[in-house]
């Protein structure tokens, strides 16, 4: 199996719900087999009445418990299931559909609570069926009782842990969390507020060879650098990288350009270095927590859903996220061996796209609230605070656009003024507050 499709497997394996439950199921059939060797040990030796053993249960008794955990453990897997369709249901109405997969889809607490519920009933419904007329496995009816009120427990905080996650402001902060991690690993490096030159298109002349996407069309999700680099460097040429990450390629188009010794690559295995897939992720693609950050704000300011205050917490994470971004060095386009030659090409957002990512359409939709207003401002001066020199421009761009805005918004000077004062919560904050990470 390639990378890109292996890659491809394990990004679907991550967004899947049925995937833990499956794994459940795998335990379940190497667990059971072993619990049952061990109670017919115990018995031999006499270390376990069946008669009486942990529990003290009769035949009677034991299989009305186990009955008992297997309904319970089937209901509790249908609720599960049912309302997390009507959360996503929910979420990708009021909130936005690219939050299901990066996010409700992989709640690692969710799978793993519907995995020990499959467990659970599996074990229990196989203990029930394996006891004899006369006879009660007390080692197999005492662990099914201890993951049944293992069960119980977890469908208890299953509950109280959904509702709270539904909230708007745990959504966006587990966007911002994840975002944040991506911009980590792909930013690693502190800026030095100087300007890389990189090798123009007309420096590196006309490319010695393109190769074109092939197989189906799909969204980049991934490129395994680290072998592109190897690959690059064995054979003395330099790989462009045509798209970004996120974008979506069409059979036909462009994926690399090679420079220099381009006949030694093999076309086959370098498409293997790219995953590609459906929809976008946030593995490598740091523009993607903004785009679902704005997005989340624009639904909350739209004429149908009218809350402007999910969108200020949409814009705290937007601004925690540029913070970090305007500290990052983001000129990473050309990737170099260990010799110090240039050997992959890859193009990355720039400051200035994630500015207008982050600023642009939510000013548009959001300006004729004093809410968004006063908090855009609140996040753009702070910004211009904390942020390096070389940073503050395209700020200064946001902060006159928003002036220009909210000039032709409000006709009231009273209005006009309470807009203009900078506000971390929006609306009803100290007009000298600032944001803090």
């Known amino acids: 199996m390639g990378w890109n499709r292996w890659y491809s497997l394990k990004s679907y394996l991550r ?10 199921v795998a335990i379940y059939a190497v667990v059971k087999p072993l619990t049952e060797m061990l109670g017919r040990w115990m018995i031999r030796q006499a270390i376990l009445d069946p008669k ?16 008992d955990i297997v309904s319970a453990d089937l209901g509790f897997l249908v609720f599960t299931f049912g309302s997390l369709l009507v959360a996503i249901q929910v979420a990708g109405g009021q909130y936005t559909p690219r939050i299901i997969a990066t996010t409700l889809l992989r709640d690692n607490v969710i799978r793993t609570i519907s995995g020990l519920f499959v467990f659970t009933m599996l074990f229990a419904d196989r203990t029930l069926g394996w006891m004899g007329e006369n006879e009660v496995h007390q080692l197999q009816v005492f662990i099914a009782a201890i993951f049944g009120f293992a069960s119980v427990v977890a469908f208890l905080f299953l509950i109280d842990y959904a509702a709270k996650s539904l909230r708007p402001v745990s959504l966006v902060a587990r966007v911002g969390k994840h975002g944040m991690a991506v911009i980590e690993s792909v930013y690693p490096a502190p800026t030095s507020g100087a300007t890389i030159p990189l090798e123009s298109d007309k420096e590196r002349g006309v ?4 190769v074109l996407h092939r197989g189906e069309s799909g969204i980049v999700l991934a490129v395994n650098l680290e072998r592109l680099v190897a690959k690059a460097r064995r054979t003395d040429s330099v790989i462009e990288f045509v798209p970004q990450v996120g974008d979506f390629v069409a059979v036909g188009e462009p994926m690399f350009y090679l420079y220099g010794n381009s006949g030694a690559i093999d076309e086959e295995r370098l498409r ?17 927590a903004f785009r679902i950050l704005v997005d989340i704000a624009l639904k909350a300011l739209s004429a149908a859903i009218n809350d402007p205050t999910t969108a200020v917490l949409a814009i705290d994470q937007v601004h925690r996220l540029l913070r970090v ?23 990355t957002p720039n400051w200035e796209d994630f500015v207008h990512l982050s600023f642009r359409e939510i000013r548009q939709y959001g300006a004729g609230s004093i809410q968004i207003a006063r908090r855009l401002r609140a996040a753009i001066e702070n910004l211009v605070q904390c942020l390096p020199e070389h940073r503050h421009d395209a700020l200064r761009v946001e902060l006159a656009l928003l002036d220009r805005t909210i000039v032709s918004m409000f006709s009231f000077p009273e209005d006009l003024a309470l807009a203009r004062i ?16």
């Not at 009486?52 to 009955?67: D, P, Q």
């Not at 490319?207 to 393109?210: A, F, H, K």
Request: without cysteine; charged residues 15%; aromatic residues 4%.
């Open 207 to 210: 490319p010695n060879r393109i």
């Open 52 to 67: 009486t053993g942990f529990l003290g249960l009769s035949m009677t008794g034991a299989r009305s418990l186990l009955g």
């Open 422 to 437: 900078p506000d971390s919560q929006g609306l009803g904050g100290s007009a000298t507050s600032t944001t803090h990470d």
């Open 15 to 24: 967004s899947s719900l049925w995937a833990v439950p499956l794994m459940a």
């Open 325 to 347: 971004v305007g500290q990052r060095s983001l000129h990473i386009e050309e990737i170099v061996d260990r010799s110090g030659q240039v050997r992959v090409i890859l193009r």
């Open 272 to 288: 293997t270095l790219v995953a590609f897939g459906t929809e976008r992720t946030m593995e490598q693609d740091p523009m993607f």
